[in-house]
């Protein structure tokens, strides 16, 4: 099938590759003329893992580049709109970039296409794209409008979107529903021979994949509302341990093993159980916000949500306090920070908890030297020369009086205990994402801070717990 994606930002560019890796012709809109230059060109804009080997196999094949929007419609049978979302002041979505796509689009339909959402927006946006496109001439019955929500990670997106847990289509025709089952049969067919899965060249399995993948067909507004509410329960996930870890603080107890006494029951789950500096990136605070807007506009105040963003800013508070604690004063001290993108695995800063912090050290006179395998770059777009980029963990490390783990890269977990204390000028490590364990660290002679669980220091230590390697304090 013949589709469009309109925008190529995390959502677009993913859905576009993947979409040419089930054997569709993609092509791929975007107004921003040196964007367009540099996918040509064979440049991956962000850090996502196989995307760079999904672009360059299908680049100038089956996934084409273009600025115009009416003829890539026309050729089209399905058009995703995948256009940005950002928040306005009052945390609604601003739709203004969907509906100046729904606009240009509906003077390029002449046969039946079906318009879907692969933004996230709030529900009723569907019935908006169809208003905006029947006010503008189209035949009703030459277009559909359909929503289909995107559950994917930064970090791990590609993987995500073709092992996908489920795939939900909101359609309100049968006939939209059929066009998209048809584009997703790849991923969902139970006939070898048409599997995506049983391909040699296919991206390699992840743990726990769910195959073939459950499409799940709904209404338009459910579909819309999956999507804001997955995320706002995910984000609720995050502040609940977080808050229950600052209990555990408080009265002794280990974050830890309460993760793994609840996280093991089957109705909860382990995952999104992470205590840490508070959740961060291009979606979860947005669409919390986005959502708690559509309810409190639909009749309900959703204080749940208040509560939820209300302790992931506290979080972030705390951690300052720790580090505070731990250093008394701020001002002239060199810290060595590990980790500056919103999480592992990807160099999205958006909304990233490790840059408000280096920020708020920085106002308190701190010196910072920082690094980050993939986010430095786009750090240094925001924050310029005010900070010192380092080209290892070991340089950001070397002569400061504490350490910050910021960031749950898996090579921060994987460090050479010797070599790093060897580096720092005093042996303080202030783990916001609990990558090692506490015994060990004040074995090796760290002073050690970490969410959720005490303080650990190395006088009293037994030198026989001291064990030698890299590596060798990791994971709890």
């Not at 794209?129 to 791990?156: C, H, M, Q, Y």
């Not at 529903?177 to 584009?183: G, H, P, S």
């Not at 910072?368 to 310029?384: H, K, N, S, V």
């Not at 660290?441 to 390697?469: E, I, Q, W």
């Amino acid at each position: 099938m013949r589709i469009a994606v309109v925008g190529s930002g995390y959502v677009g560019l993913v859905a576009g590759a993947c979409f040419a890796d089930l054997g569709h012709d993609v092509i791929l809109v975007d107004n921003d003329q040196h964007k367009l230059v540099a996918l040509r060109n064979g440049q991956v804009p962000i850090h996502e893992n196989f995307l760079p080997e999904l672009l360059n196999r299908h680049r100038g094949r089956r996934l084409q580049f273009s600025d115009d929007l009416q003829e890539a419609v026309r050729q089209s049978a399905a058009i995703f709109v995948a256009v940005g979302t950002p928040p306005t002041e009052s945390g609604e979505a601003d739709l203004s970039y969907v509906e100046s796509v729904a606009r240009e689009i509906s003077g390029a339909i002449e046969s039946y296409k079906v318009i879907v959402e692969k933004s996230t927006v709030p529900v009723y946006t569907s019935d908006w794209v169809r208003k905006i496109i029947l006010r503008n001439g189209t035949n009703p019955e030459l277009f559909d409008v359909a929503s289909n929500p995107e559950f994917l990670r930064e970090g791990t997106a590609v993987t995500d979107f073709l092992f996908p847990d489920r795939i939900v289509v909101g359609c309100d025709s049968e006939r939209s529903a059929d066009v998209l089952r048809e584009i997703y049969a790849p991923l969902t067919c139970t006939n070898k021979e048409d599997s995506y899965y049983q391909r040699a060249d296919s991206i390699p399995q992840p743990d726990r994949a769910t195959i073939p993948a459950p499409l799940f067909v709904t209404t338009t507004k459910s579909a819309e509302l999956i999507k804001h509410a997955s995320n706002a329960f995910l984000a609720m996930k995050i502040s609940f341990i977080n808050a229950v870890a600052s209990v555990c603080e408080s009265v002794g107890a280990n974050v830890n093993q309460v993760v793994q006494g609840i996280g093991t029951d089957s109705r909860i789950g382990p995952r999104f159980l992470n205590p840490g500096i508070g959740y961060g990136g291009s979606c979860f605070p947005k669409d919390v916000m986005a959502f708690r807007a559509v309810a409190r506009e639909s009749g309900y105040e959703f204080r749940l949500l208040d509560e939820v963003m209300r302790i992931n800013e506290e979080q972030r508070q705390r951690f300052l306090r720790k580090v505070r604690s731990a250093l008394w004063t701020l001002r002239g001290k060199h810290l060595g920070v590990l980790g500056l993108a919103f999480k592992g695995g990807t160099d999205d800063i958006r909304e990233s908890p490790a840059v408000f912090l280096v920020q708020a050290l920085l106002q308190e006179g701190g010196k910072i030297t920082a690094y980050d395998p993939a986010a430095m770059e786009r750090t240094q777009e925001i924050l310029g020369s005010g900070i010192r980029y380092a080209n290892s963990a070991y340089e950001a490390a070397q002569g400061a009086d504490a350490l910050l783990i910021l960031t749950e890269w898996e090579e921060f977990a994987n460090l050479d205990l010797s070599r790093l204390r060897s580096e720092l000028r005093y042996p303080i490590v202030i783990d916001g994402r609990n990558l090692y364990d506490p015994e060990v660290m004040a074995a090796h002679g760290f002073t050690y801070y970490s969410v959720g669980r005490a303080a650990c220091h190395p006088d009293g230590v037994p030198a026989a717990t001291l064990k030698n390697g890299p590596g060798n304090g990791t994971k709890k």
